[in-house]
């Protein structure tokens, strides 16, 4: 392994500002707080409801921050990964629309389509990039307006997920950054979490619009299994390929789908629930979007050194972990 290392060196973040309660939530579908809350850990999440913007937007905004806070103008930056299943077209991709409203004049950009996941797998990605020598400094980005794609009569669905995205500015840098990845993907499972029309297999018809097959549909108890089971194994399997006791870990970033997850996660990696960034209450499930707005919540308590396990599990069925050294 190269001694260069990919290292954080800014964190942005964007969230709508109207707030969508449970209670807003019981005027739509038969629900309420007191459910949502005991069994997913959300009390409210943020919804975009202006019709002009998308996932761009979000994106932009959060991009903005964090070439800010790292102190690099737009024109630097040699790679743009976007993540997100709510991208502002099929095509072009939303990191074409955010290189141009950025200014980042000498980046190429794409779109990474990994779900829940989506996030991880495109840090890992820039971070080889930058081992590579190819890139030297590289913007990594989680968007998604989910509200676009959930069906608001539908309350297994409605009620988990918001709008949002956050964003990375990965450097070379020593002493610290990616240290490793592991990422899995099984294609068997795909129908467990999907939007059936709008792609070239079913492209929207009077018949899919109809049926509401644009919307996204899961066997929310199916993910729950494969999710609990999945972020806790890959989180373990990290910890061990790298000698990390839970001890050793100083923060779990897990991605943010329900409490009860994140809850047993934790246990079976032997974390203290202090160590454990958890923001679902007040954001819902922002799917590529909720790792890197943990890392902007908890930037300010993060120290030089630190070691962060990343994990998350969505769609796809896709699912990894990165262990980070915390270097800014
Ligand atoms: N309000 C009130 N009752 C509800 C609601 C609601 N919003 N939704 C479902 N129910 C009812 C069901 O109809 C069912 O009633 P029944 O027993 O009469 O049939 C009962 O509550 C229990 O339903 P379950 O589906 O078993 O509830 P569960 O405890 O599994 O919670 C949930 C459902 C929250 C969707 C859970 O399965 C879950 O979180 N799954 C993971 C889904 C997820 O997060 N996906 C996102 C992407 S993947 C990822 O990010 C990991």
Known sequence: ????????????HYLPEYVMSNKELESYVDTNDEWIRSRTGISERRILKDPDKATSY??????????????????????IILATVTPDYMFPATAALVQKRIGAVNAYGFDLSAACSGFLYALSNGGMMIE????????????????????????????????AAGAVVLEAGEGGGIIDFVHHTDGDEQCMLYQPAGGSLRPATEETVKNNEHYLRQDGRSVFKKATEGMADVSL????????????????VPHQANL??????????????????????????????????????WKDQLSKGDNIVLSAFGGGLTWGAIYLKWSK
Do not use: H, Q
């Open 1 to 12: 392994m190269t001694s260069k290392r990919a290292i954080i060196t800014g964190v942005g």
């Open 58 to 79: 979000m994106a932009e905004r959060a991009a903005l921050e964090a070439l800010d806070d790292a102190g690099v103008s737009a024109d630097e930056i040699d790679a």
């Open 132 to 163: 590579s020598g190819r890139a030297k400094k590289v913007l990594v980005i989680g968007a998604d307006k989910m509200s676009a794609i959930v069906d608001f009569t539908d309350r297994t669905t409605c009620i988990l997920f918001g709008d």
């Open 237 to 252: 399997e990290i910890m061990k390929r790298n000698n990390l006791t839970g001890d050793d870990v100083a923060w779990l």
């Open 260 to 297: 009860r997850i994140i809850d047993a996660t934790a246990r079976r990696m032997g974390i203290d629930k202090e160590k454990v960034m958890i923001n679902i209450g007040k954001y819902g499930n922002t799917t590529a979007a909720t790792i890197p707005l943990c890392l902007y919540d």
